[in-house]
C-alpha cells in the first residue's frame, strides 16, 4: 500500500507503537517551529505534504506481547502497528493535538462542561479523545488504553502518559533526554496554541485542527518483514533530523538478535539478550541526560567507551562507529572476515602549535580505529558489549559531575575537578576507567594518577603547547589495559610523570618563546589561556592554609560584559596621578610590560566594572582587596605598588609553579626572561616625585547655554592631554589640536588607515573607531579581515562591545561606542576621557600595531 492519508484516516481503528529499537522523541524548538509555521501558513483549501510514515502490523506473536490494557482494543477490531519511520512527525501531532483538547476544556466557559458537551467544529472533545489520544474500556472505564504510544520498557512511555496526556500517576517518572524533549513540545504548543486564540478566537483554533487532521497528508509505506524493518530504520531514519550513532547501534543490535539461528539463540535467550539491550540503552540516556542544563554527548561516550573496550590502530575520528556498525553486522554472524591492520601513526614526537591553533585536547580528532579480530559474531559478544557499555555510563558522568559520586573521597572529588578546569582531553576515557569498581584501584592510587595526569596536561599542554593528540595512542591503549586488568594504575601514573619529566625543560623554553611573542603584542600573561587556572591554583594554595574558601572557579571564569575577574593592579594605561608618580622612572613601554607581567595579575573574589581598573592602589584596597580572595588579601598587605612589587611578586609565583608541577626553571635568569622585567633591577636614577596636579570633575564647568560647537571644544580640550599620554606622550594625537569638530582624526602611520575619536551631541553617543579606506574596495576587506583575525585578542582587552563592519560598497570600520551619553554633565568627563585614552591605544596597539606587517602586505599587495 502506498497512498496519501490525511491524519484522520491514519487513525481509523489502527493502534500505534513505537518499537524498542527507535530512539525517544528527538525534535527540538526548530523542528517544532517549522512544524507549527507550516500548520498556520497552510491556506484552507489546500493540502500539506508532511513526508512519509512507514510502518508495520505486528504478527499475531508481536502483539502477544502488547501490554495487558491494548489487548481488549485489539479484540475489538483495531489493528496493531509499529512506526518505522515518521514517529517523530506523528508524536508532534498527538503532542499537538492533546494541547489544543485540552485548551479547549480549560477555557472560562468549558471548566464545568463535560467533554461530549465541548464542541471543536463539528466534533466534541470525547469523539476527538477517542478518535486520536485513548479509549477507555467500557463499562466501567477502568483501563485506558493510549492510541499512540511507546512500547512498555521505554521510560518515554510511561512519561508520555502521565506528564503529556495528564493521566493521574503517584508514583516516580524517570527523566531523559528524550522526555525533556516531550515536556518541552507540550510547553512550546500550550504556548503557541493561547497567542493563536488570543488572535483569532475559537473559530481560528477550529480551523486549525481541522488542517491539521485533514489537510497534513503522509505517504503510508507498509513494511512486510522484520528485515525490511530494520533495514528501512537505518535508511529512512537519516533523513530529517539524523539519527545519532548511538541510536543507530541500538537498532543495530537489536535487529542482529533477529538473525542468530535458534540452535544458537533460542527466543527465551533472544527476548533476554533484547531486554538486556533495551536496559544498557536506559542507563546510558539516563547518565547523559542526568545533568538538566547540560546534557552529555552521544558520540562522546561512544567513542571512549569503543577507545576502553576494543584494541585499536589510529585512524581518522569518525572510524570507531564505522568499526562499530561493522563489527556488530548480519555479516559478522554469516560469515567471517577481519579487518586489515593500519599502522600506527607516530604521535610521540612532540609538536608545538600556535596558541590559536591548539585544539582543547577533548576534542582529538586522531582517534583509533580498531583492527577487527576474523570470526563469528557469538550471541556473548553482544551480551559483554552491552554490559560494558551499562557499567561505564555511570562512571562517565562522574568524570564531568564527581561532586556526585558518593563513593570517592573528597580530595579524589577535587582532582578530577582540576582536570575538567584545566582540560581533561584524551584523558576522560582513563579516568572513568579508573572509577570502575571492577578495576579495583584504590582511592590513593587514583589520587595519584590524577595528580600525575593534571601535571602531564600542565607541562606538555598548557606550557609547552604541544599538539593535542600528543601521546594519544599510548594512554588510549592504557585505558583498555587498566579496564581488562592487564595495567594497574600506578603503572600508568609513572609513565605520565617519566614523560613529563624528560619533557619539562623543553616545555619550559617553549613556553619562554611563547610569552616572548605576547609582550611583543602587549599581552603579555594576561593572554596566556591558563592564567586563571594558574592563579586559581595558587589561590586554592592559600585556601589550604587558611582553610576558609574565598573564590569560586565559576565566579573568576564567569564572562559578564563590562566586567574583569582577573585584574592587572597597575592598569594597563595609567592615567591616574598616583599610578604616573610610582612607576615616573620607566618609559612608557616598560609601564605596559610592568602592566602586563604576572606579578602583576590579580584574581578578584567578585568582578568589577573594567573602568575601575585605573584607580589608586589604595582606592582598590579599599574597594575590595582586604576582604576580597586570598590572592587579594595577600596583596591588600602592602603599604604601595611599585615595579620591585611586582617582580617579586612574579618571582613568588614561578616559584609556586616550580613546587606546585615538580619541575625546576634552569635559572633565576631564565626566570626575569619569562617575566620580562629585568630593566626592574637595573640601577636607574628614579626622578623626583611627581606633584599631583589639583583636579577634579568639579571643575569643569560648562555655561548651560553653551553652544555645540564650544561644548565640543572644551571637551577635546579636556581629553586630548589624556589621550596623548596615553600613547605615550608622542606620534598619533601629539600634533592634533581641539576643535569644534565631532570627529578627532589620529596619525597610525598606514596610509589608508585611521584611527579617530567621535562624539555625536544629538545621537548621545561617544566611540573610538577604525576607519578602513585604501581606495580599493577587496583591499578594504582583505585588510579588516586581518584585524578581525585578532578579534578575540581586542576582546579580552576592551570590556565594552565592538562593532565590526566589513563593508559592502567601499570602506570598512571597527567601532567601539558608549551610548546615552550626556556631555553636558561634565562630572562624568574624566570617565568618558578615560574610555577613549584607553580605547584607542588597545584598538592601535591590537588591531594596527601588532599586524602591520601583513596589513602593509595588503596595501602594497596587487
Wanted: aromatic share 12%.
Amino acid at each position: 500500500m502506498n497512498e496519501l492519508q490525511s491524519l484522520s484516516q491514519i487513525f481509523q481503528n489502527k493502534l500505534f507503537r513505537i518499537p524498542d529499537y527507535q530512539r525517544g522523541y528527538a525534535w527540538q524548538d526548530s523542528q517544532l517551529r517549522d512544524f507549527w509555521e507550516d500548520l498556520i501558513n497552510l491556506q484552507s483549501d489546500r493540502n500539506h505534504y508532511t513526508g512519509l510514515l512507514s510502518m508495520k502490523v505486528l504478527s499475531k506473536d508481536e502483539a502477544k506481547k502488547l501490554d495487558t490494557d491494548d489487548k481488549w482494543l485489539l479484540d475489538s477490531g483495531f489493528r496493531p502497528y509499529h512506526i518505522v519511520d515518521g514517529q517523530q512527525r506523528l508524536t508532534t501531532f498527538v503532542i499537538l493535538l492533546n494541547e489544543i483538547v485540552e485548551f479547549i476544556a480549560s477555557l472560562p466557559e468549558n471548566e464545568s462542561k463535560p467533554d461530549e458537551n465541548i464542541y471543536l467544529g463539528y466534533e466534541n472533545l470525547k469523539d476527538i479523545k477517542a478518535k486520536y489520544i485513548c479509549r477507555k474500556r467500557p463499562p466501567e472505564g477502568f483501563i485506558i488504553t493510549y492510541l499512540f504510544g511507546y512500547e512498555n520498557d521505554n521510560p518515554s512511555a510511561e512519561y508520555l502518559k502521565h506528564k503529556i496526556f495528564g493521566e493521574k500517576f503517584g508514583g516516580t517518572l524517570k527523566e531523559t533526554y528524550y522526555t525533556k524533549n516531550l515536556l518541552y513540545a507540550k510547553r512550546f504548543f500550550n504556548k503557541e496554541i493561547t497567542a493563536f486564540y488570543e488572535k483569532g478566537g475559537m473559530d481560528g483554533i477550529a480551523e486549525l485542527y481541522r488542517k491539521l487532521t485533514l489537510r497534513f497528508m503522509f505517504n503510508i509505506h507498509e513494511i512486510e518483514d522484520d528485515y525490511d524493518v530494520f533495514v528501512a530504520f537505518e535508511t529512512m531514519n537519516n533523513r530529517g533530523k539524523r539519527l545519532t550513532n548511538l541510536e543507530l547501534l541500538k537498532n543495530r543490535l537489536i535487529y542482529l538478535t533477529t538473525l542468530y539461528d535458534r540452535s544458537i539463540l533460542d527466543e527465551i535467550n533472544e527476548a533476554a539478550l533484547r531486554e538486556k539491550i533495551n536496559k544498557a540503552w536506559k542507563e546510558v540516556y539516563y547518565q547523559l541526560g542526568r545533568n538538566d542544563n547540560t546534557p552529555l554527548s552521544d558520540d562522546e561516550f561512544l567513542r571512549a567507551h569503543w577507545i576502553m573496550y576494543f584494541s585499536y590502530s589510529r585512524k581518522k575520528g569518525d572510524d570507531y562507529i564505522k568499526f562499530l556498525l561493522r563489527k556488530f553486522s548480519h555479516k559478522s554472524i554469516f560469515m567471517n572476515f577481519a579487518e586489515n591492520e593500519t599502522p600506527v601513526e607516530d604521535d610521540t614526537i612532540p609538536v608545538v602549535v600556535d596558541d590559536e591553533d591548539t585544539d582543547d585536547p577533548s576534542d582529538v580528532q586522531e582517534n583509533e580505529a580498531v583492527e577487527m579480530a576474523p570470526g563469528f559474531l557469538a550471541p556473548k559478544e553482544i551480551a559483554d558489549y552491552v554490559n560494558s557499555l551499562n557499567e561505564t555510563a555511570e562512571y562517565w558522568y562522574y568524570t564531568y559531575y564527581p561532586e556526585e559520586c558518593n563513593t570517592i573521597s573528597k580530595e579524589e572529588k577535587v582532582w578530577i575537578g582540576r582536570l575538567n578546569r584545566i582540560g581533561i582531553g584524551y584523558f576522560r576515557p582513563l579516568v572513568a576507567v579508573s572509577l570502575i569498581p571492577s578495576v579495583g584501584a584504590t582511592a590513593e592510587e587514583r589520587i595519584n594518577f590524577y595528580k600525575a595526569v593534571e601535571r602531564f596536561i600542565f607541562i606538555d599542554f598548557r606550557m609547552a603547547m604541544y599538539q593535542s593528540s600528543y601521546q594519544s595512542s599510548e594512554f588510549y591503549r592504557n585505558a583498555r589495559k587498566v579496564y581488562n586488568n592487564e595495567m594497574k594504575l600506578t603503572e600508568v601514573a609513572a609513565l605520565l610523570n617519566e614523560i613529563a619529566d624528560a619533557d619539562a625543560p623543553s616545555a619550559i623554553q617553549v613556553f619562554v618563546t611563547k610569552m616572548n611573542k605576547r609582550f611583543i603584542s602587549n599581552d603579555g600573561f594576561y593572554s596566556w589561556r591558563d592564567l586563571k587556572y594558574f592563579l586559581y591554583e595558587y589561590e586554592y594554595s592559600l585556601i589550604s592554609q587558611y582553610k576558609i574558601e574565598k573564590l569560586q572557579w565559576a565566579d573568576l571564569t564567569k564572562v559578564v560584559k563590562d566586567q574583569v575577574t582577573v585584574e592587572h593592579i597597575l592598569p594597563q594605561t595609567p592615567t591616574k596621578a598616583y599610578w604616573k608618580n610610582q612607576f615616573r622612572q620607566f618609559t612608557a613601554e616598560e609601564i605596559k610590560t610592568l602592566s602586563a607581567t604576572l606579578g602583576n595579575m590579580l584574581p578578584l573574589s567578585q568582578s568589577i566594572n573594567s573602568r575601575l581598573q585605573n584607580d589608586s592602589f589604595e582606592e582598590k584596597k579599599n574597594r575590595g582587596y582586604y576582604n576580597g580572595s586570598h590572592s587579594e588579601i595577600e596583596v591588600s598587605k602592602e603599604s604601595d605598588w611599585d615595579a620591585n612589587k611586582i617582580y617579586e611578586r612574579g618571582i613568588k609565583l614561578l616559584h609556586f609553579m616550580e613546587e606546585r608541577w615538580n619541575f625546576k626553571f634552569a635559572s633565576q635568569e631564565q626566570m626575569e626572561e619569562l617575566l620580562h622585567i629585568s630593566f626592574v633591577n637595573d640601577g636607574r636614577d628614579i626622578p623626583p616625585e611627581l606633584i599631583e596636579e589639583e583636579s577634579s570633575a568639579e571643575e569643569i564647568v560648562v555655561p548651560s547655554d553653551i553652544s555645540d560647537d564650544d561644548l565640543k571644544l572644551q571637551f577635546w580640550t579636556k581629553a586630548l592631554p589624556v589621550i596623548v599620554d596615553a600613547f605615550g606622550g608622542n606620534s598619533t594625537y601629539s600634533n592634533v589640536s581641539p576643535s569644534t569638530r565631532s570627529t578627532l582624526d589620529g596619525f597610525v602611520g598606514i596610509g589608508g588607515i585611521n584611527l579617530y575619536c567621535t562624539m555625536r551631541l544629538r545621537k548621545h553617543t561617544l566611540s573610538a573607531n577604525i576607519w578602513i579606506d585604501v581606495k580599493n574596495r577587496e583591499k578594504n576587506k582583505k585588510i579588516f579581515d586581518v584585524m578581525f583575525a585578532r578579534k578575540d585578542n581586542i576582546e579580552k582587552i576592551v570590556p565594552y562591545a565592538i562593532g565590526w563592519n566589513r563593508g559592502v560598497k567601499r570602506s570598512s570600520t571597527v567601532n567601539v561606542e558608549i551610548e546615552n551619553v550626556d556631555f553636558n554633565d561634565t562630572g562624568r568627563w574624566p570617565e568618558l576621557i578615560d574610555f577613549l585614552a584607553t580605547t584607542c591605544v588597545a584598538l592601535k596597539s591590537e588591531l594596527i600595531t601588532a599586524c602591520a606587517d601583513e596589513l602593509h602586505a595588503v596595501i602594497d599587495g596587487d
